[in-house]
């Protein structure tokens, strides 16, 4: 077996890292950019820097940024966010350098913006903070108010402009709740108590509640000076949803038993009358020993507050992952959710898909053999008449160019041909997750 057949999928084609940045100006547009998409699309990703990382998840975050105004785009950047991790190698001590400053944020998994500031998070760490034109800032801690790091999963409420969100702990407290004001003051923070450190990779939002997922990936510290991250499935931690209000503590959270099972995702959650909807992608199990990963799958759970029950719903057969919503309806009730079709052989997409709840329609703008994509990001068309009145935009990749594109489709109409292509001539390697930061 040679070198390359050895490697892991995460240092492997274009999954591999880029050697260098990249800078471009005024690149080739086939179509026509919206002219009322003003701003900038960007998303992050690990691209480990200075030698192979222990895993796909470990690697130093590159933003990949495209800046559109009046139907151009004035620019296209891959920039590295630039922290304390940048040029350590990825040994076996990797994790626990790495925890040993909450400044230590890879900023690889998450582009948010809240309060006037652009936010490369990761889940363990503090946020990078970054400016519009993706030089780093530096670690942001609220002026110190924050104690934890953040998931790279915060929820802006839209209709408040807060933003609430929580971090799981290797070490107690294993999770913690915080709310942040729409002017980006740290206003609360809770100890959450559960069972055990569990990767807790998103949460969800209501109109009047928070809702935990505290899911059986457990971690093992003692596993953690053998490289790569010490997580593992457990038959017997179980799984639960914890429902809190917004401003409530410890002892004011339900906690809800469903059938055991992992999800990195929510598309959204709202409260109906007694009911809270939430929406995710679900693994029957993940990491399970000695058992392949089962192919993730659109899921409703209902929680019914007065009987004290939670309904499972299987939506769809097909893969998926990287489920959005519009930002304007997060913690609302909404009727569309996209998100990639996940390809079979590994985790990227070959399509993205728009799911009607209310009629149990997909539609699909389907991708060639040889094209992949990431996760779709929505942005409202301007005087918008409908909740899918806006526009989808990700990165594509093609194999046979090894190059990538900025493409943005018709939310109404996703099986139509682009709105727009925007030929970069550089590869972007698969990632996570970005915004659309309109000015
Ligand atoms: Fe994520």
Redesign the pocket.
């Known amino acids: 077996m040679n070198d390359a057949a050895k490697a892991p999928f995460w240092l492997t084609g274009n999954f591999a890292p880029l050697a260098t940045e990249n800078e471009l100006s005024n690149p080739t547009i086939e179509g026509t950019i919206p002219s009322d998409l003003n701003g900038r699309y960007l998303r992050t990703g690990p691209n480990p820097m200075s030698g192979p990382t222990d895993h796909w998840f470990l690697g130093d975050g590159m933003v990949h940024g495209i800046e559109l105004s009046g139907g151009s785009a004035n620019w296209f950047k891959s920039k590295l966010v630039q922290t304390p991790m940048l040029n350590m190698r990825g040994d076996a001590d990797y994790l626990t350098e790495s925890m040993a400053s909450l400044k230590n944020g890879l900023g690889n998994?998450?582009v948010v913006s809240h309060a006037g500031k652009i936010l490369a998070l990761e889940e363990l760490h503090f946020p990078q903070e970054l400016t519009p034109d993706l030089e780093t800032v530096g670690a942001y801690d609220y002026n110190g108010a924050l104690n934890t790091g953040m998931t790279?999963?915060p929820k802006v409420c839209s209709k408040t402009g807060e933003m609430l969100f929580f971090a799981y702990g290797l070490m107690p407290p294993y999770l913690t709740y915080h709310r942040v004001s729409a002017d980006g003051e740290l206003l609360q923070s809770e100890v959450i108590e559960v069972g055990a450190a569990t990767m807790a990779?998103?949460f969800n939002i209501t109109e009047n509640y928070v809702i935990f997922m505290d899911l059986p990936l457990m971690f093992d510290m003692k596993r953690i000076t053998e490289g790569g991250i010490p997580l593992m499935w457990s038959d017997d931690y179980g799984a639960r949803l914890g429902v809190m209000p917004r401003k409530g503590s410890n002892t004011d959270v339900v906690w809800y038993d469903i059938d055991p099972c992992y999800a990195?995702?929510s598309l959204n959650a709202y409260e109906e009358g007694d009911k809270i909807v939430i929406d995710v992608c679900r693994f029957d199990h993940y990491l399970k020993p000695g058992v392949p990963i089962p192919p993730e799958q659109l899921t409703r759970w209902t929680i019914d507050t007065k009987a004290g029950t939670v309904e499972e719903k299987k939506l769809m057969e097909i893969p998926v992952e990287f489920p959005r919503v519009p930002d304007s309806l997060v913690g609302q009730k909404h009727r569309f959710g996209y998100m990639a079709h996940m390809s079979e052989e590994f985790p990227a997409g070959v399509g993205v898909l728009k799911y009607d709840f209310q009629s149990d329609q997909v539609t699909e703008f389907a991708l060639p053999s040889g094209q992949y994509c990431g996760e779709p990001v929505f942005a409202p068309r301007e005087h918008a008449s409908s909740e899918d009145d806006g526009y989808l935009m990700f990165y594509t990749y093609d194999e046979a160019s090894d190059t990538s594109d900025f493409v943005v489709i018709d939310a109404r109409d996703v099986e139509a041909a682009p709105l727009a292509r925007v030929k970069l001539g550089v590869r972007i390697p698969f990632g996570?997750?970005g915004s659309w930061i309109a000015d």
Do not use: L, M, S
């Open positions: 998994t998450h790279a999963h990779h998103d990195f995702h996570f997750h």
